[in-house]
């Protein structure tokens, strides 16, 4: 009798083992919005999914002709702004659980949009854009007599638009001030007295110049020394300071020069120097990280 309560209990707890392993292999992980098969999809459309305490999750996409892009999010939804318009996604997520394994969700489908805005397509700055200069001309398609409002925002919600003008025709060249250097920016157009904005373009603005000449941390041959430093899209002149300070509170000379290369001379012997460059004549230009070099 004993033998056969000892069999009994062995599989009562067989069971209960098997119910609770399956149980937690269960893998309920799944797409929430926007749901399978959407068509008219924006470029600043919100992904989500079920939240299964996941550490990060990564949002995989794969467009059938600019193939895949993702971005890795902490929390369970993120918002894309890197979709091209009329073309067919599939995606997923990847779940990366706190104990190292991953979960998987099945995949969707959907297809982007094309011009929110009627007849109207953004051409400059192109979608996703780089080395962008700060006073950029900005340009769509439409009628050259109509009325456009052109906007620009640091972020693809435009929660946080920084410029907004209407425009006579289908062009504008932003002003001086508004843009920085080595900035992302989003912007959209929507005929004058409506909400029917195109598609969103992101783009990123210029660097500062990349510093050539001295080498950094170099000794120079004599206290005369020759500077370089590499172009920047639309900049037209560069200032150069000069300092023995890392943090440039006292600065030993700052000049402008109209080309790419400077010589400056009797500077202080067995000194450590800083330098650095920027474009000129708008403040909104960023100068480079400083380089060190060191004379005779």
Not at 35 to 43: C, E, G, L
Not at 247 to 260: G, I, K, L, P, R
Request: charged share 5%; hydrophobic share 30%; with cysteine.
């Amino acid at each position: 009798m004993n033998m056969i309560r000892y069999g009994a209990l062995c599989l009562l707890v067989l069971c209960l083992t098997t119910f609770t392993s399956c149980k937690k292999t269960t893998n309920s992980f799944a797409l929430v919005s926007p749901a399978s098969n959407t068509t008219n999809v924006t470029n600043s459309q919100t992904f989500s999914c079920t939240n299964n305490g996941a550490l990060t999750y990564t949002f995989v996409f794969n467009g059938s002709i600019h193939g895949y892009q993702s971005t890795t999010a902490s929390v369970n939804n993120t918002t894309v702004t890197f979709l091209y318009p009329n073309e067919t996604y599939t995606w997923n997520v990847i779940a990366n659980m706190p104990d190292g394994s991953t979960q998987t969700s099945p995949t969707w489908s959907f297809t982007t949009s094309g011009n929110a805005g009627g007849a109207i397509t953004l051409q400059q700055p192109a979608y996703n854009a780089t080395g962008v200069c700060t006073t950029p001309t900005f340009s769509w398609t439409g009628s050259s007599t109509a009325s456009y409002l052109l906007v620009i925002a640091t972020d693809a919600s435009f929660a946080n638009s920084i410029y907004n003008t209407n425009v006579t025709g289908t062009s504008f060249t932003i002003p001086s001030g508004i843009l920085g250097s080595h900035n992302g920016y989003y912007w959209r157009v929507a005929p004058a007295g409506t909400t029917d904005y195109s598609d969103t373009y992101g783009f990123t603005t210029v660097n500062p110049p990349s510093m050539l000449s001295p080498m950094d941390n170099s000794t120079t041959s004599s206290t005369n020394v020759s500077f370089s430093w590499a172009p920047v899209l639309c900049a037209t002149a560069y200032t150069i300071q000069l300092s023995k300070y890392s943090d440039f509170h006292n600065v030993a000379t700052e000049q402008t020069f109209s080309t790419t290369s400077c010589t400056l001379t009797q500077l202080s012997s067995a000194s450590t120097y800083y330098w650095r460059v920027k474009v000129a004549g708008d403040p909104y230009y960023s100068y480079t990280l400083y380089g060190v070099f060191m004379t005779p």
